[in-house]
């Protein structure tokens, strides 16, 4: 069965850092797409980060690029976001993707496997 767990997420102050993790187990995702969509109340789900597979090139929400850093550690089968400068607006319930053609467009729907999400609270 496969699972992704999230964790790191918790209540900041606005300007604060988080690092947001995700450990897959279950099957290996060496070579799958992983990545990060959000969902604040009330809205739906939005594409934040992506990392491919072949050649681990990054792909981010136009509003996070400068703020935001996606990493994965294959050996380990995790994926990480570390938020930086955050805004009351990153606000949301962070869930991990694994799996799936959802980069290119970043699609949701295109997502094989999610995590539980872990949410990121940013007071202002």
């Known amino acids: 069965q496969v699972q992704l767990v999230e964790s790191g997420g918790g209540l900041v102050q606005a300007g604060g850092s988080l690092r947001l993790s995700c450990v897959a187990s279950?099957?290996?995702?060496?070579?799958?797409?992983m990545g990060w969509f959000r969902q604040a109340p009330g809205k739906e789900r939005e594409f934040v980060a992506a990392i491919s597979w072949s050649d681990y090139r990054t792909y981010y929400k136009e509003s996070v690029k400068d703020r935001f850093t996606i990493s994965r550690d294959n050996t380990n089968n995790a994926v990480y976001l570390q938020l930086n400068s955050l805004k009351s607006e990153d606000t949301a319930v962070y869930y991990c993707?694994?799996?799936?053609?959802?980069?290119?467009?970043?699609?949701?729907?295109?997502?094989?496997?999610w995590g539980k999400g872990t949410l990121v609270t940013v007071s202002s």
């Open positions: 993707a694994a799996g799936g053609s959802f980069v290119v467009p970043p699609t949701a729907s295109r997502v094989a496997y």
């Open positions: 279950g099957r290996t995702f060496s070579s799958s797409n």
